[in-house]
């Protein structure tokens, strides 16, 4: 609920040589790969990807003791328990992002997208929010700076932030908010003195009241069981995400968030996605300071 608040031992062998990935993933490997990962999380890497996915390929094959792909691969596809495919994802996500990104569309959020949501509740009732993916909180924590910062109405209500990745080292770091000087860049001084504590190594971690404030999940939108659990969300934030989708996944992608939208719930795109290329569901809505998708 977010309310306002007061001011054994390794052995090394000895140093070798390192061979580059591209003589130990072949073209074979990268395709049966790329494939097996685009079933499991619905991302889907270019050839322009090859080498940032063989490197890393590379790194869980040394890391794991094993000899070659084609025994890594057999081991991965039969892993019941999904730690190396969890250790797999950790590894190929991309998480770089700041605080209030995107700036415009938090503006949105408190000047017409919230009147709006409020306006068929009652005071004290709950306003749900999505942030997917999190990434390292970022995202979420921006949102709940700018509701207590700029909604004049956050003490008439409830509100809920849900924050989910499929990155699950991201949201452990997510749920510590220890944040470098280039992420709070965009923050006004005032706001972090107010919200932020510097920490010895000249870092900034946010209030224990903000991260509190904010429930940190796993999901996977590619998994309907997992995405399955997130519904009636009045706002939901997926930024930046789609775009390492293809068609198949955006779409699936899209009926998930539709599905976890109460009626006349939005959707805020990152500013290279557009939804309408997408699914037909959705209704566009044009705002003074955005444009959004809205389940009617």
Known sequence: MLAPTAAAPLRCPAPVTPT??????????FLKFREFFYRKTGIYFEESKRYFVDKRLVERLDATGTPNFREYFVNLRFDTRGEELQALVNVMTVNETYFFREEYQFKCMVTSLLPEIV?????????????????????????????????PDINRYDVEIVASDIDTDILAQARKGIYSP???QNLPAAMLQKYFEKTPNGDWQISDDLREAVEFTKCNLSDPLSA???????????????????????????????????PGGFVCLGH?????????????????????????
């Not at 580059?20 to 490997?29: F, G, H, L």
């Open 272 to 296: 290279s996605e557009s939804m309408s290329r997408i699914s037909s569901v959705f209704r566009i809505r044009k705002f003074a300071d955005a444009i959004v998708y809205q389940k009617p």
């Open 182 to 184: 280039r992420s709070v």
């Open 119 to 151: 306006r068929n509740k009652r005071p004290g009732e709950s306003v749900r929010i999505w942030s997917i993916p999190s990434s390292s909180g970022e995202e979420p924590y921006s949102i709940c700076l700018y509701l207590l910062e700029h909604w």
């Open 228 to 262: 399955r659990a997130y519904r009636q969300f009045d706002l939901i934030f997926c930024r930046n995400l789609l775009i390492y989708f293809d068609d198949v996944s955006r779409r699936s992608a899209a009926d998930v968030l539709y599905n976890a939208l109460n």
């Open 20 to 29: 580059p990935a591209s003589t130990q993933i072949s073209e074979e490997d």
